[in-house]
């Protein structure tokens, strides 16, 4: 760990004790690479999701971090900017017209260093648990650094942190890796240039419905974001989002 911050917070503060509260278990460890860069997809259930999986992962990961934690005002806010920062993790202006360089920046700066890059590609916390479409961007920084996709399936994450609640709940948690998909391979595979649009869409949509089985749920092919827009405005689930 080349970040102590990251040690003592996975180690001494908060690890143990979510080790024996959720008691969290990784299946398919073995999937990710000892060494080397490396992308980690993974779904997005809860905010817990992003310590459940450093918890259980050797190597230290870097996750983009979306911006409001590093400028929220207040106290909870300066505690979040400094949490966020001490563990080395990277803001991200999602809603910003370049959001796309700043991510691919942000992966440069971590696989160019040989490292794990975190990600969930459905840019939001799922509403109800199951996998939704996903944002391109991870597809694109993989193939751009020739980097190994390795899925990650967030499993009971929900359960333990449910979207709006503050306090952990003794569920316990799964996380379960996937075998490495070579983002190159796939789309020329799929008769696709490596830099088209076309081919991040066919990589996205495949590492996501990949995703979907591996944690046994639902692929819906809307995004979340739009999902949790109409919900939010009492119009329920859109077109092709509707719950079977």
Same mark, same amino acid.
């Given at each position: 760990?080349?970040? =102590?911050w *990251?040690?003592?917070? !996975?180690?001494?503060f908060?690890? @143990?004790?979510?080790?024996i509260?959720n %008691?969290?278990?990784?299946?398919?460890?073995?999937?990710?690479?000892?060494?080397?860069a490396?992308?980690? $997809?993974?779904?997005?259930?809860? /905010?817990?999701?992003?310590?459940?999986?450093?918890?259980?992962?050797?190597?230290?990961?870097?996750? @983009?971090? !979306?911006?409001?934690?590093?400028t929220?005002?207040? /106290?909870?806010? &300066?505690?979040?900017k400094?949490?966020?920062? $001490?563990?080395?993790q990277?803001?991200?202006?999602?809603?910003s017209?370049?959001?796309?360089?700043?991510?691919?920046?942000?992966a440069?700066?971590?696989?160019?260093?040989?490292?794990?890059? +975190?990600?969930?590609?459905?840019?939001?916390?799922?509403?109800?648990?199951?996998? *939704?479409?996903? =944002?391109?961007?991870?597809? &694109? /920084?993989?193939?751009?650094?020739?980097a @190994?996709?390795i899925? /990650?399936?967030?499993?009971?994450? %929900?359960?333990a942190?449910p979207?709006g609640s503050?306090?952990?709940?003794? =569920?316990?948690v799964e996380? %379960?890796i +996937?075998?490495?998909?070579?983002?190159?391979?796939?789309?020329v595979?799929?008769?696709?240039?490596?830099?088209?649009?076309?081919?991040?869409?066919?990589?996205?949509?495949? #590492?996501m419905?990949?995703? $979907?089985?591996?944690?046994?749920?639902?692929? #819906?092919?809307?995004?979340?974001?739009?999902?949790?827009?109409?919900l939010e405005? +009492? =119009?329920? *689930? @859109?077109?092709?989002?509707?719950?079977?």
């Open positions: 760990m080349k970040n =102590k *990251y040690w003592a917070f !996975k180690n001494i908060f690890g @143990p004790i979510l080790r509260y %008691r969290p278990v990784i299946v398919g460890a073995q999937n990710i690479p000892e060494s080397g490396a992308v980690l $997809a993974s779904n997005h259930q809860s /905010v817990m999701d992003s310590f459940f999986l450093p918890l259980l992962c050797k190597r230290q990961i870097t996750f @983009p971090a !979306k911006q409001e934690y590093f929220s005002p207040g /106290v909870v806010g &300066r505690l979040q400094w949490f966020f920062t $001490a563990v080395g990277i803001p991200l202006d999602r809603t017209s370049d959001a796309l360089e700043a991510l691919t920046n942000a440069s700066s971590v696989l160019g260093a040989g490292e794990l890059f +975190g990600i969930y590609p459905e840019g939001t916390r799922s509403p109800d648990g199951r996998v *939704y479409r996903g =944002k391109t961007g991870m597809a &694109r /920084v993989a193939l751009l650094f020739d @190994p996709i899925p /990650v399936a967030m499993v009971g994450a %929900r359960d942190n979207i503050w306090v952990i709940r003794p =569920k316990k996380v %379960r +996937g075998a490495a998909i070579d983002p190159v391979a796939f789309v595979s799929q008769g696709l240039e490596r830099e088209s649009h076309e081919a991040a869409r066919v990589l996205t949509d495949h #590492v419905r990949v995703l $979907a089985d591996l944690a046994g749920e639902e692929y #819906v092919d809307v995004y979340a974001s739009e999902v949790k827009k109409s405005e +009492g =119009k329920g *689930y @859109p077109p092709g989002a509707q719950r079977n």
